[in-house]
C-alpha cells in the first residue's frame, strides 16, 4: 500500500504538536485528512472528512484524550485510532488500549515507525471490512467449481487459483478459493498468503459453522479473493471428513458466487464430497499418454455416477505444438469432448512464481492469462468484455 493513499488525521489541543505531526506525516508520505482538538470537535472532523485513520494525542491529564478515544472508536468503529504520546509508562498505555486505540505510539516517533504502525493497521481494517461484507448469507447459493484431475502434477493448482483470480478480479464476483489438498495444499503458497487460519482449524467449529463464523478462517489475496487454505499441521488434515467438506461447501456457497475448489492428487472421500456438491468439475489433463489413460478411467467414473455432460468439463493443459495431436484424435482417445485448451507456457509460469502472484494478475497479456480470463468469462456465463481484455484489467 502506498503511503500517500492513506488519509490521516490529527487530534492534539496543541497547535504546536498538530504542527510537529504534519511533518512527521509528511516526511512518511502521508495525505493529511485534517486536524482537531480533543473532544466534540474530533468526532465532528472524523465523520466529516472520513480519515482512514486518527492520530489522538494523549498526554497528563490523560482522561479527555481517553474520552476522546472512546468516544471515536464507538462513533466511527471501521476508522483506527492511534494514541501517541510521551507518556511511556505501561498504564497509561493500558488505559489508552482500553479505550479503543488499536496502538500506542511513544514520543520521539520516527517517520518509519509512523508508516510502520499506520499502513498495518489501515490494512487489516481493510481485510476486516472485506470479509465482514462477505458474512452476509446472500439467500441465495452460489456455484461450486471443482477442479479434479487423474494424475498428479498436471496444473490443478495453478488452474484452479488463476481461474479463482480471474472471477474475483476487479470485484466481478464474490470467490472463494479452497485447498481440499489436505496433506500437500499449496495454494496459498501460490498465491503469496501467509494463512493464521486454515480449513483444519473449521472442524471444531462445524456444528455452529454460519458464514459469519466462516469469515474469520479465510485469508484475503490482493485481488479480493477469500482462501481457506489447506491445513497447517498434518495431524489436522486428517481429522477433515467428507462431512465437514459438504458443510465447509455449502457454507461458503452462500455467501459466494463462486467456490472454486483445488483437489488432491489422490482420489479421497473428500474430493468425491466436493464433486457431489459442485455444479461444474472441470477435470484437467495433459496430453501424455499416461495420463489420456487415466483421465478416460476417470470420465467413465464420473459417468457411471450419472453426472450429467454439463456438469463434468475436460481441460487440456500445457498444450503445445509440438504434442502434434489434434482434438478429435484426443476425444476419441478418451471418449469425451473437449471444453478447453491451456497452452503450454514455462516462461510465464516461471515469472509468476518468482513473483509470487498469479499470472492472470501479474501478466495478463500473456497468451495463458487471456486463455485463463477467457475460461472465467466462459464458467461465469459473462459476456466477453466489449472493451479489450488488457484495458478492462488496467481499469481504463
Ligand atoms: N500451462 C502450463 N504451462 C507451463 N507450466 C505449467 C502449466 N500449468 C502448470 N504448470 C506448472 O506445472 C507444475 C505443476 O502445477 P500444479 O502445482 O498446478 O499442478 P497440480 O496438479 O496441482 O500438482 P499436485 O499434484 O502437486 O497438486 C507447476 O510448476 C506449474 O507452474
Ligand atoms: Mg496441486
New binding site residues.
Given amino acids: 500500500m502506498i503511503t500517500e493513499a492513506t488519509r490521516v488525521l490529527i487530534v492534539d489541543d496543541a497547535a504546536q504538536n498538530r504542527a510537529s505531526l504534519q511533518r512527521l506525516l509528511a516526511q512518511a508520505s502521508f495525505t493529511i485528512a485534517g486536524e482537531a482538538a480533543l473532544g466534540p470537535e474530533a468526532v465532528a472532523e472524523v465523520k466529516e472528512a472520513k480519515p482512514d485513520v486518527v492520530l489522538v494525542a494523549v498526554e497528563d491529564p490523560a482522561t479527555r484524550a481517553l474520552r476522546t478515544i472512546e468516544t471515536l472508536t464507538m462513533a466511527v468503529p471501521g476508522t483506527p485510532v492511534v494514541a501517541v504520546s510521551s507518556l511511556s509508562e505501561r498504564e497509561y498505555m493500558r488505559r489508552a488500549m482500553l479505550a479503543g486505540a488499536r496502538d500506542y505510539l511513544v514520543k520521539p516517533i520516527s517517520a518509519e515507525d509512523l508508516e510502520t504502525s499506520l499502513l498495518a493497521l489501515v490494512e487489516l481494517e481493510q481485510k476486516r471490512s472485506s470479509l465482514a461484507e462477505d458474512a452476509v448469507d446472500t439467500g441465495r447459493t452460489g456455484e461450486i467449481v471443482t477442479v479434479l484431475?487423474a494424475k498428479?502434477?498436471?496444473?490443478?493448482?495453478?488452474?484452479a487459483a488463476n481461474l479463482a483470480v480471474a472471477l474475483a478480479i476487479e470485484g466481478k464476483h464474490k470467490v472463494a478459493l479452497v485447498d481440499l489438498?489436505t496433506q500437500?495444499g499449496?495454494v496459498a503458497l501460490l498465491l503469496d498468503i501467509v494463512p493464521e487460519k486454515s480449513l483444519g482449524d473449521v472442524v471444531s467449529l462445524i456444528d455452529r459453522l454460519d458464514p459469519e463464523l466462516m469469515r474469520g478462517f479465510l485469508s484475503v489475496h490482493s485481488s479480493g479473493l477469500k482462501v481457506l487454505p489447506a491445513p497447517l499441521r498434518l495431524e489436522d488434515g486428517e481429522r477433515i471428513t467428507s462431512a465437514h467438506v459438504r458443510r465447509v461447501l455449502q457454507v461458503l456457497s452462500r455467501t459466494y458466487d463462486f467456490v472454486v475448489v483445488d483437489t488432491?492428487?489422490a482420489f479421497h472421500d473428500n474430493t468425491v464430497t466436493a464433486l457431489d456438491v459442485s455444479s461444474l468439475v472441470i477435470v484437467v489433463t495433459t496430453l501424455d499418454v499416461a495420463c489420456l489413460k487415466s483421465t478416460k478411467v476417470c470420465l467413465s467414473i464420473l459417468r457411471s455416477w450419472r453426472y450429467p455432460t454439463e456438469k463434468v468439463k475436460l481441460l487440456i493443459?500445457?498444450v503445445n505444438n509440438v504434442n502434434g495431436i489434434g482434438n478429435a484424435e484426443v476425444e476419441s482417445a478418451v471418449d469425451y469432448p473437449i471444453f478447453w485448451r491451456?497452452?503450454?507456457?514455462?516462461t510465464t509460469?516461471t515469472n509468476c512464481?518468482r513473483a509470487g502472484k498469479p499470472f492472470v494478475q501479474t501478466q495478463p497479456a500473456a497468451a495463458?492469462s487471456r486463455n485463463m480470463i477467457s475460461l472465467s468469462y466462459s464458467v461465469a456465463g459473462d459476456p466477453p468484455p466489449t472493451k479489450g481484455i488488457m484495458s478492462r484489467l488496467r481499469g481504463k
Fill in positions: 484431475g498428479g502434477g498436471i496444473g490443478r493448482t495453478t488452474i489438498d500437500l499449496d488432491p492428487r493443459n500445457h491451456i497452452p503450454n507456457d514455462t509460469m512464481s495463458i
